[in-house]
C-alpha cells in the first residue's frame, strides 16, 4: 500500500539485512540538494554501470520511494536523456516539482560522464 511505509508490526525490530552479490561494474550515487546544509536530495541518482556502459539507473526525490523503470536501464548506452525519457514517460509534474525532470536529466548525465572517466 502506498500510504504504508513498513510491513512491520508493533514490536518488531530489524536485526540484520542481507544484501545480494554486489553486481560488478562502478558503483554510484549522486545527491542533488539545495544547499550543502540540507539532508535531504531534490532528485538523487544512484547507478550501476559496466564497462560496455550497460547497466542499472534508480531515482530518489521524484517519488513516494525510489523510483526505478527496469525499460529505462536498457537506453543507459544512449544516454542521460533517453534513459531519463523512458523512467518518466507519462510523468505529470506539477509547476512545482516540474525542475525535477531536467535536474534528475543532469544528474544521470554527469554519473554517466563520470563512469566513462
Not at 56 to 81: C, I, Q, S
Not at 89 to 117: C, Y
Request: charged share 20%.
Amino acid at each position: 500500500m502506498p500510504q504504508q511505509d513498513t510491513v512491520l508490526k508493533q514490536g518488531e525490530l530489524i536485526t540484520a539485512v542481507t544484501l545480494p552479490k554486489p553486481l560488478g561494474g562502478k558503483h554510484f550515487y549522486e545527491k542533488v540538494r539545495d544547499r550543502a546544509s540540507y539532508a535531504y536530495a531534490l532528485v538523487s541518482v544512484a547507478a550501476v554501470i559496466q564497462p560496455d556502459g550497460t547497466g542499472r539507473v534508480a531515482f530518489g526525490g521524484v517519488a513516494p520511494r525510489p523510483w526505478r523503470v527496469e525499460a529505462a536501464d536498457a537506453l543507459l548506452p544512449h544516454g542521460a536523456a533517453a534513459v531519463t525519457a523512458r523512467a518518466f514517460q507519462g510523468a505529470t509534474p506539477t509547476k512545482d516539482n516540474a525542475f525535477k525532470l531536467p535536474l534528475a536529466t543532469r544528474a544521470l548525465a554527469s554519473v554517466i560522464a563520470e563512469a566513462k572517466a
